[in-house]
């Protein structure tokens, strides 16, 4: 509080009597004295400070009269603003004293000046409120070229005349009419301030706070883009006005706007308006697309799926198509059939690349315990795989043996499917996959038929195809493959033992022989069958 005055440092000198050559004057009271005095016997300030300090409830005379000096409280309250708790009621009446306080805040306050001087406002007596809405009022409306550069002053009396604002419109008037302030600090701070009453006091000003997301100045737009998740607008509005921060040209606001839509929560996008956020999933900058990603987790599935289908189609390098990736194995990783669904519907005509990589993805959920889940998956896979992936098709083959009837029959039409396919490579590829043991019996006769059908195809590759799905020892005999026609004419299911009748007479034809009044013992008929091969 006392700075030394120049001279002998710690020391006093008399050259000639009634010269001081070394002492103390008081930064607060501007008290000149000697160090013995400056010490032995403080000044006002130091008085008052003192008190303050000790805590004391009884209020002495001469203390009582210095908390009523507001040139002595604007003094010390900077440093020590818990001097205003005992600060003279009558002082903050006075619009001088209410505007010295707002002036103290210009950035060298201590950091508890300010939450001081509104929790001591907000002990005042409505009369003295409202004196002090008329004072804030005034400051915060005058012309910049009245306050110059020294704008911290202003966001200040926007800052406390946002608890005032309650039982007082004049108050939200000015904080709403701020938003058009000259300066950018002072728009900033009734942004804010404007948002909070807003959204905890109900005051109707979304529109107003809107319109600053189109500020000249990027740190008032910033503020409008952080506040957006609370404003009560339009759906359409909105969107747009995200779409809008998404593509200001400050990285700054870019980045707030990703930060601000973590707040929000199935948010919906139309397809012309994934360009945008596909443009900030590949931003210059590198903490605006990690805040982009980070961003997606509020958009609804749908919308999710399509703005990464669309990423994809960009020239992306590894890093991000990893990511990508993950992404959406992420949400298959959620077991929710409709989510599930989804993904899947996304990825018709998508880029060849995320196909198969997803297409991977689904088959490691071939065997979620979801039924449901496991149904879509195969349906997936059908749709994503190339026509000749192997892996794919012993995936798929395998669903034919689940215990639930809806993903066997899935699994069954994606393979007869495949079986239909004008190529025969691929007709191999799928039906060499099939085993025919412990099938689900909604669809064992079909699959059944269909292989033992392949048996009378011209393609030795198919026949082979049929024969490995039969589980024969590979090359099969022609004597196995009478055995196991021989067992299904005994099946249980009629168009199975229909089925191997037929392909037994077709083979008997082959071999020039009559089907009537021949010998069915296996030596005879396997003679008869010696010119197929399989």
Known sequence: MFSALPGSAGSISHTRPGVLHCGARCRVCKRLACEHCATNNPCFARSLLSFVVEGSKEMPAAIRVLCMDMALIHGLASEHPEVLEYSAEELWRNPAFLRG??????????TSYRKKVAERLSLCKKSE????????????????????????P???AIELLQPLAEGNPKAFATVKESLKHGSPLVRTAAVKAAAELAQLRGFKCSSALCSRIRDTDAGVRCAATSILPT?????????GAWMACLQDGDATVRKTACKALVQCGGIEVEARSRSVMVNILLDKDQE????????LLAFKTTALTG?????????????????LVQTLRGLLTL????????VASSLTGASWWLRLAMCESFCQHLDASNAEVRAICVSAVDTLADRTDNKAAAA??????????????????????????????VNRVWLEEVHCNHLNPSVRGEVIGAVLNNLTETSWLIQMAATRALELKQPAESREVLEILMKFKEDDDPAVQQIAEDVLEHFLLLGRESAEGIDLEPDSICKSLSSTSF
């Open 154 to 156: 202003l966001t200040f």
């Open 101 to 110: 306080l707002v002036k103290l805040a210009d950035g060298s306050e201590s």
């Open 231 to 239: 404003l009560e607008l339009e759906e359409r509005t909105k969107m």
């Open 288 to 295: 605006v697309r990690a805040e982009a990603w980070s961003a």
């Open 396 to 425: 798929v083959a395998a669903k034919l043996q689940d215990s639930d009837a809806k993903v066997a029959n899935a699994a069954w039409a994606a393979i007869r499917k495949r079986l239909g396919d004008a190529d025969p490579d």
């Open 335 to 342: 077991g929710d059939p409709k989510e599930v669904q989804v």
């Open 129 to 152: 409120r409202e004196v002090a809405v008329e004072v804030l009022s005034a400051m915060v409306q005058e012309e910049p070229s009245q306050h110059g550069p020294f704008d911290l």
């Open 307 to 323: 703005i990464l289908v669309s990423l994809a189609r960009s020239r992306l390098d590894d890093i991000t198509r990893k990511r």
